[in-house]
């Protein structure tokens, strides 16, 4: 052949290493805010309009490394009786990174007989999060958890 | 079309406590997202769940665009009586879905 033997080769290289240098430029998307601790203490806030908030009680189970942020199952519980003069009220669940602080809020009487509820989130990123409790006498009870979330959701492009 | 799957016990005993799983079929947009164009996808989901047993609301949940498509949801009840469990999601561009399902309890 008179083409000179490695031209091609030559071009596909070229091309090969400048699609992987388009490839390594991050693409650019503008995310909205994301929902900041402040926004997460506003939204506890609301539920508990300042009352004190104690630690215990309530057990939040998430796996502490998420592949796919876009389905985390999550169950809380909270280890309270449900009897008619003193029962679990409501849970709350918050996040302190997604765009928007809660997740869930569930309302519960004493005929659930066990104040417990499952679900799945969302996740967009690896973050802190936040279930409270309100028992029936007006006190708060909460627990959180740290999450590692590896594939983000709810702000990805649609492709 | 949107559907559901709910999961109740067909009997139990009375005084048993019982798990209620319901699934709904539902996007759930979160209203976050662009297209490739940059448009923002307008939010679609669904805000309410609620459980009624014999006319009386048992349980009740308040989404946000942090619950997952096809939003699944369990909790529990003590099993009282026999009767019927009716269950309603309402959401976004008038969204609006019941089912239902009964319990013998002996």
């Avoid at chain 1, 990123?125 to 028992?135: F, G």
């Avoid at chain 2, 009375?14 to 939010?43: C, F, Q």
């Avoid at chain 2, 699944?72 to 239902?100: L, Y």
Wanted: proline share 6%; aromatic share 6%; net charge neutral.
């Amino acid at each position: 052949m008179q083409q000179p033997p490695n031209s091609s080769r030559r071009q596909f290289l070229g091309l090969a290493g400048g699609a992987a240098v388009l490839g390594a430029i991050p693409v650019v998307t503008v995310r909205p805010a994301e929902a900041t601790p402040a926004m997460l203490a506003s939204a506890i806030q609301s539920v508990t309009g300042g009352a004190a908030v104690r630690t215990g009680k309530v057990k939040l189970d998430i796996p502490p490394l998420v592949e796919n942020g876009n389905t985390v199952p999550m169950t809380v519980s909270v280890n309270h009786p449900m009897a008619p003069e003193d029962h679990v009220r409501s849970i709350h669940v918050f996040n302190e990174k997604n765009p928007q602080a809660n997740i869930a809020n569930f309302h519960l009487g004493p005929h659930n007989g066990r104040a417990q509820v499952s679900t799945r989130i969302r996740l967009a990123d690896s973050q802190k999060i936040v279930a409270i409790a309100k028992l029936s006498d007006g006190s708060f009870w909460s627990a959180s958890v740290d999450v590692v979330v590896t594939l983000a959701a709810c702000t990805e492009d649609v492709i | 079309m949107a559907s559901a799957l709910i999961n109740v016990p067909a009997k139990a005993r009375r005084g048993d406590i019982i798990e209620i799983k319901t699934l709904m079929s539902h996007i759930m947009e979160t209203g976050y997202r662009h297209t490739a164009s940059g448009e923002l996808v307008p939010r679609d989901i669904i805000t309410s769940f609620t459980c009624r047993f014999n006319g009386s609301e048992i349980f009740r949940a308040d989404l946000f665009p942090a619950i997952a498509a096809n939003p699944f949801i369990t909790f529990f009840t003590a099993a009282t009586e026999s009767g019927k469990f009716e269950f309603e999601w309402i959401g976004d561009h008038g969204f609006s879905e019941t089912a239902s399902a009964s319990i013998t309890v002996e």
